[in-house]
């Protein structure tokens, strides 16, 4: 469902990063992220995003890819009071059109708390025994270099 009021963009030259990295830094799943790394990932992934009017963004999706086989689907997220039109409906369903990624053979998510957001897509619990990760520590991490 889409009404007037807001409309999807896959052009990273609208996205609004500094918006975006305020809803991120905030969420449960980035807390803190820095600026930077915002901006890097998002340059290094494709993306969506929805718009009100034409110019306030409302909402964001990205996807990390090669393009050709594999699919992470993450950072969706709709700002509170636009959530319940079906904005992350939407920019999923887009994403998962997209002609760029469809010779796709896995997507994957992972979400705390939005399981019923994905089901109808056909996104099902893994095999917990297939999939392995690594969290490094990151008091580790590193400033990028100063330019």
Request: glycine share 4%; net charge neutral; with cysteine.
């Given at each position: 469902?889409n009404?007037?009021?807001?409309?999807?963009?896959?052009?990273?030259?609208?996205?609004?990063?500094?918006?975006?990295?305020?809803?991120?830094?905030?969420s449960?799943?980035?807390?803190?992220?820095?600026?930077?790394?915002?901006?890097?990932?998002?340059?290094?992934?494709?993306?969506?995003?929805?718009?009100?009017?034409?110019?306030?963004?409302v909402?964001?999706?990205?996807?990390?890819?090669?393009q050709?086989?594999?699919?992470?689907?993450?950072?969706?997220?709709?700002?509170?009071?636009?959530?319940?039109?079906?904005?992350?409906?939407?920019?999923?369903?887009?994403?998962?059109?997209?002609?760029?990624?469809?010779?796709?053979?896995?997507?994957?998510?992972?979400?705390?708390?939005?399981?019923?957001?994905?089901?109808?897509?056909?996104?099902?619990?893994?095999?917990?025994?297939?999939?392995?990760?690594?969290?490094?520590?990151?008091?580790?991490?590193?400033?990028?270099?100063?330019?």
């Amino acid at each position: 469902m889409n009404d007037a009021s807001w409309e999807l963009s896959t052009d990273p030259a609208r996205l609004q990063l500094q918006a975006v990295h305020a809803w991120l830094s905030r969420s449960y799943w980035s807390p803190g992220i820095r600026r930077e790394v915002v901006d890097k990932a998002f340059s290094a992934s494709l993306s969506i995003g929805a718009y009100a009017d034409s110019r306030q963004q409302v909402g964001v999706a990205r996807v990390v890819t090669d393009q050709a086989t594999f699919a992470w689907l993450c950072d969706v997220f709709v700002v509170e009071d636009w959530r319940g039109r079906g904005i992350a409906n939407a920019m999923v369903q887009a994403l998962l059109a997209d002609p760029r990624l469809n010779t796709l053979r896995r997507w994957a998510l992972a979400t705390r708390d939005a399981h019923e957001v994905y089901r109808p897509f056909g996104f099902v619990p893994v095999d917990a025994a297939r999939w392995l990760e690594l969290r490094p520590d990151p008091s580790q991490w590193q400033a990028p270099p100063q330019k």
